[in-house]
């Protein structure tokens, strides 16, 4: 059967004494930290999320157009799948002034997708899409379009993908803009603006 294989053991680390130790000499113990008490009279401070101004029961006052559209990886590539003009069909849906608007990571993951995609490429180098810059790490399009619309409820975000749907549901005031039966659906907007619902 062979040697048995002896179990190595996960994470093993040098043990270091306890600066609190009892056997360190005294004026080399780290002291105990000392409670302060709390004073009954003192303001206590509490940070309250502000909610913004704009919101109106659920619809956002913000938004009129002309509209600024937050595009999505997937949403560019499903549009030439649907043979849908993007900003022809944002009209058709809004029956207003779009501009579509492409951040600096959805431009990263389109480039990364390689020459399979060079026609979503294309479409997104287009002079009527608006550029957004990224100032953060990385190039993960979903936590920087959440990010994006928490701090500023003036976008729709256009987007097929179900888990960052779920996330901007979270975020009141932030219309989703979706494909469905071959053209553009909007959700989360009041009935006024935009193309019938089905």
């Known amino acids: 059967q062979g040697k048995q294989k002896k179990a190595r ?32 009279s003192a303001i ?81 180098k287009d002079p009527r899409f608006e550029r957004l810059p990224c100032m953060h790490k990385g190039t993960y399009a979903d936590d920087c379009l959440v990010q994006r619309v928490t701090q500023h409820k003036c976008y729709i975000v256009a987007t097929v993908d179900k888990e960052l749907k779920r996330r901007i549901r979270k975020i009141p005031g932030v219309p989703i803009m979706y494909i469905s039966r071959h053209r553009y659906n909007i959700e989360r907007m009041p009935d006024d603006y935009g193309a019938p619902r089905f």
């Open 9 to 40: 053991k996960y994470a093993v680390m040098k043990r270091m004494i306890s600066l609190r130790d009892q056997r360190i000499n005294e004026k080399e113990r780290a002291k105990a930290p000392v409670k302060k008490k709390e004073d009954p």
């Open 44 to 124: 206590k401070e509490r940070e309250v999320p502000q909610h913004p101004s704009c919101l109106f029961f659920q619809y956002n006052t913000q938004l009129g157009p002309p509209y600024h559209i937050l595009v999505d990886t997937n949403f560019i590539n499903f549009s030439i799948k649907a043979k849908l003009d993007l900003v022809q069909s944002m009209m058709d849906c809004l029956y207003a002034k779009c501009i579509p608007c492409i951040t600096d990571c959805v431009m990263g993951e389109i480039e990364k997708l390689g020459q399979k995609y060079r026609v979503a490429l294309r479409i997104a």
